[in-house]
């Protein structure tokens, strides 16, 4: 075997081990190159050497002896490209909204009040309401908290939330550093469920009274686009998810609606008629999640508020 085709040997072993260390696992070589290799005894140091023929996609190296005469290229070996596994997700994927211009969203708002305003689909309600009571705030808010349906004051007043319970979840609202105008507040029903003659009181929204109004709730959400709800009491809970499991059970726990993070909590109501610091505790304990999901500052005053000292 002769000096010339020792060194050319060993030039190929260099230069398929350098192409092993860069992660090619297969190079095409053309049929006579393997001949030429596996005879050397026919070759003269003159006669030139075909060069292996180069890996797909590999960078180029200088190759340390001369090129073998034009000739047709050898079929290429191709590896199969691997399987790309896509990454799971920590936390569920929440649906992308669709971003509305201010002023669609403005205008949109108003066609959709206007539409509630004239609702006549359930008839006792219509016949008996005073107004309908659509939604108040910010149509741009971030944090939109949802009740269950109208009171007395609610139907006489055509606002959400002003009467006793309503003062309560302003208080809330502003514990929380933000402001009853930058939030928004609806109702599962627009219209105050009718009470029988010479009775007081609210009454609970029928299954198929929510279900009837929901629609128009629906669109005030799609509409505003908040990033956290907040579903006050076990009727707004059904109403929304269609859960009865019961507001003790579900409250303090995160659940979704339509894509948005919504916490359950007790209704102002509630804490109206118990006023033990262990459930206006519990209440907060909510906020304070709503809070940290809104990335809202919480200063040590906020986190202890309702704990005994």
Known sequence: MSADYDQLLDATIRHL??????????????????????????????APVPAPVSAPKAAPVPSPFKSAPPRAAAPVARVAPATVVP???????VPAHNVVPPAD?????AALRERTMSCIKCPNLAAARKNVVFGVGDIDAALMFVGEAPGADEDTQGEPFVGAAGQLLT??????????????????????????EKTSGNRKPTPEEMTTCLPYLQEQIDLIQPRVLVALGGTAVEGLLGKT?????????????????????YHPSYLLRNQSLSEKRKVWEDMLQVMEKLALPISEKQRNYFLKG
Do not use: F, H
């Open 87 to 93: 990454p799971v997700p920590a936390e569920p994927v």
């Open 171 to 196: 208080k809330i609202i502003g514990a929380t550093g933000l402001t009853r105008e930058s939030v928004y507040i609806a109702n599962i029903l627009k219209c105050r469920p009718d009470m029988p």
């Open 17 to 46: 081990e350098e192409l092993k260390s860069r992660g090619v696992q297969q190079v095409a070589v053309a049929p006579e190159t393997l001949r030429a290799l596996a005879t050397p005894g026919r070759r003269t140091a003159s």
């Open 105 to 109: 969203k403005a205008a949109a708002i």
């Open 245 to 265: 499991l019961g507001i003790t059970k579900l409250r303090g726990t995160w659940q979704t609606y339509r894509g948005i993070p919504l916490m359950p909590t």
